[in-house]
């Protein structure tokens, strides 16, 4: 009898193929064989195909990112780097604060940012920040969907930080009357163990709010100097709840027990309201319509007037409706373009329907002119 080997794939055969070599995968992970230990690392060619995926992967899928024209905003910029130094600094080290040894035992590694930035577009870095970086440990920008504006401002600063000084950072990360206390992530690598003390908390807030309140670099932080301690308390707490979206606050409100967030709002709401320093005059033309819109409302869209919430007039309004006069422009007509987009982007506290209601249908003309007369009133503390 002879022996006949026939090589035919058959439905069968591939059938069993398949389940031998899954069987196999499957027993060798049973096994315990791999060795899951970061200490071993990746061999070489892992971590070059791992990156090799990586690359492509931002590449094709930021194909369609449309990047804007105002990375250049020194206001944009700041933003950015203010959350940097709580969001990001911790794993990718900063200039002048370098990475915690721990985060060096990570595989893979949290890279040192320097040298990887001019190796991508802004495009990439947007895509990268915004999703995140599966089995990597590089998170995803909190409430991405909403608030790509806030992803954009990370990527304004991280165009700028290949060789950036020291003294820049700090700056742009702390504020001028910075202390260097962070909260967040870097707060894990620079601060020692225990619950943290209200002026920690106030130093962190300093950073982008300054202790007035009054925010730093122009537009890039609102002003919460003089606004009502029940509304500044509603808007942190619905950040720490996910009722608010942003990425920067978010984080810093959520990192708080709801008796600091009362502490900081009595604090900010104390605070003297100013007119913002070297804000541009406003055009004449454009306050007069926003006016017609605030004291009358819009008859097309049946947009009731502003002033009966936020002023101006001197009527006992309730505390829960924030004051408007004297805010950056830039401020109120991002917030209105969150609430006026379909699946309401903002959010908010206990109130916050009402503004959905009331912002969606506007135009973006309506919106402009309506930002930039509450900009150009003076912020009195009656308004
Ligand atoms: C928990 C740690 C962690 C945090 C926080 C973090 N990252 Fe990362 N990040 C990583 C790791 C790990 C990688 C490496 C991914 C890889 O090698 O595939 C990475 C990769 C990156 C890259 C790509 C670098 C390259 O290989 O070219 C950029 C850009 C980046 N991060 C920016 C940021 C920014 C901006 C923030 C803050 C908004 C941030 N990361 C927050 C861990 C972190
Ligand atoms: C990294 C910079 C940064 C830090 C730190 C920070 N903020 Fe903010 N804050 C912002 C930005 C940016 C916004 C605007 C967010 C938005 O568009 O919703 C904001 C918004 C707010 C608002 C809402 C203002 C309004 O009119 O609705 C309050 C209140 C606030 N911050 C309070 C605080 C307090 C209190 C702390 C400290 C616990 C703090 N922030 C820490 C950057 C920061
Ligand atoms: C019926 C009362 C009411 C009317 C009318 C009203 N608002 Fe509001 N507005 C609110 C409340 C309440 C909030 C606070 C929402 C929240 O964050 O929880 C708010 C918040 C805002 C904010 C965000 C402020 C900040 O600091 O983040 C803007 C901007 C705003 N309103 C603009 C307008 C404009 C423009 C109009 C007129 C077209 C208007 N509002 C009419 C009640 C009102």
Redesign the pocket.
Known sequence: MKWRVDFFITPLRAALAALAVVGGVLAFGWSGLFNVAATSGHWPITDWF??YV??NSVKTRSLAVETPNNLDDPALIARGAG??AS??A???GAPGRPRNPV?RE?V????D?DP??P??EPKH?FW??KN??K?????A?VSAEEREDEVWS?VAF?LKLPGMSDETYRRLAMGAENDGAVGG?TALAHRSQGPAPREDVLADCARCHGRDGMGRDGDAFPIIAGQSADYLYDALAAYAQNKRYS?IMEPAAARLPYSDLAAVAEHYAAQPRSAPAGAKPPDPALVARGEKIAREGLRDTGTPACANCHGPGSEARNPAYPKLAGQHASYLETQLRLWEKEHDSRGGGPFSEIMRKIAFGMTEADIKAVASYYASLPPTPEQ
Not at 108 to 111: L, M, N, V
Not at 135 to 139: E, K, S
């Open positions: 791992l990156h990586m690359i959350h940097y969001g990001c911790g794993c990718h985060i990570m893979p590694t949290a890279p940012l990887k930035i190796t991508w870095l990268i920040v995140g970086v089995y990597a440990g590089m998170p920008w990370v991280l992530l990425g």
